[in-house]
């Protein structure tokens, strides 16, 4: 189950998103928003960043104007390693090496192509689980806890 979210300024790559997520047979739950009416992108990142946290849903796709709002109110949610993201080669590595459950896209930044490629990648590529990836995985979740990692 993919989580997806987004604010009126990220809701025109609405539509690609669930193109992408239909295309590779993911189901979805939407924590809107649903029109072009200003709202607060903090609102709709907490929402899928939360569903994520929680183990509901096992990814989250989030869109907002830049993917930079949205994406910095997501990582504000413990558990969450949200990857603001413009290109295919960060959306891969963003798995490959740091587990990224979270990705946050720019409506006003990327076309709809792109974004589809983005998407298409970020989503069919899993983690390393290399050792020296996990460990700096780990220390970023302790960071979140307070500890120290020098
Ligand atoms: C809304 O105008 C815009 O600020 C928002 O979508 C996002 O780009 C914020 O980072």
Redesign the pocket.
């Known amino acids: 189950m993919i989580a997806i979210a987004c604010?009126?300024?990220?809701i025109d790559l609405k539509e690609a998103t669930i193109e992408v997520l239909n295309e590779l047979g993911l189901e979805y739950m939407d924590f809107g928003t649903d029109s072009h009416a200003?709202c607060d992108?903090p609102v709709f990142g907490a929402r899928a960043a939360k569903a994520v946290a929680s183990g509901e849903c096992e990814k989250g796709i989030i869109l907002?104007?830049?993917?930079?709002?949205?994406g910095i109110a997501a990582n504000k949610v413990k558990g969450i390693r949200c990857v603001i993201c413009t290109d295919t080669f960060s959306a891969r590595m963003s798995r490959l090496h740091n587990n990224a459950n979270m990705i946050a896209l720019?409506s006003?930044v990327l076309g709809s192509e792109l974004c589809k490629e983005i998407l298409r990648t970020w989503l069919t590529t899993d983690f390393s689980y290399d050792e020296r990836h996990m460990r700096r995985v780990q220390m970023i979740m302790d960071i979140e806890a307070g500890k120290d990692v020098e």
Do not use: E, F, K, Q
């Open positions: 604010d009126h300024g990220g200003s992108y907002c104007g830049t993917g930079v709002g949205i720019g006003r």
